[in-house]
């Protein structure tokens, strides 16, 4: 028993590395897919027939952003996370999330087909400053995305904390927070809609295909993410608490 139950402890260490690593792998290629402002627009394969090449393009990036669009919401939904609960795996949950996003993310990039042909605007990166209010949009973007997932509980959101919490044999950390948190965090996918929202729309190059993906996510982001004014009187609230514990160790 012993020895089966050190098998499953490593095993679980195991998935939950494989999830860091391969998150943070892909986190990278999503930045350079994003924000890279010199990415190689050409569309891979010489076009005999270019509206018939343009319709089949858009057809594969299509499929792409649904097939993204369905693992996030099959993950997210309560049938799945009842079953990892059932055979006693929910320590596992946010583990297989990630690892399964980032493996669809990462197909999303490599088949990603660019249709250079049809292009709404293109910016003069090549005048200093445009490139430099292009370079600190995307800048502030990140970072607003980072720090909100670091206060969100970014332990938390990659799986560590569970299955270190398994490993202790302590109980979910997730039956910790309260039920206006927990609400909040069912409502919000991730953090810093607003910061996405900036990441697709401002691009160096608005070709048809960016703007497949822009419109796409804003959809999907604007149905998912559907808080409340409850969401919003505990933020405020909470800000609120913090703002004043802060002037309080302050003094």
Known sequence: MELKRKVLNVAKCTICGIGLLLTFYTIMDLMLFLSDPYKQRLSGYPRRDVWTSISWSLLVDMCLLSMFVLQHSLLSSTKIKTFFESYGLQDLYRSFYVITTSIV?????????????????????NYKPVWWIYFGIHTIAWILIYVGNIFMDVNELLGIKQVAYSLKNLPDPNRRKSYELKRLCNHV?????????????????????????????????????????????YQKNQYELKFHELQYVQS
Do not use: C, G
């Not at 996918?189 to 160096?204: E, G, K, Q, V, Y």
């Not at 999907?220 to 969401?231: G, H, K, R, S």
């Open 189 to 233: 996918r991730h953090p810093s809609f607003l910061a996405f929202i900036l990441l697709i729309w401002i691009t160096s190059v608005m070709s048809l295909d960016q703007l497949l993906l822009a419109t796409v996510f804003s959809l999907y982001m604007y149905i998912a993410w559907n808080t409340d004014q409850e969401d919003y009187i």
């Open 105 to 125: 993310l990462q197909i999303v990039i490599s088949n990603w087909l660019y249709i250079p042909e049809v292009v709404l605007w293109k910016l003069n990166l």
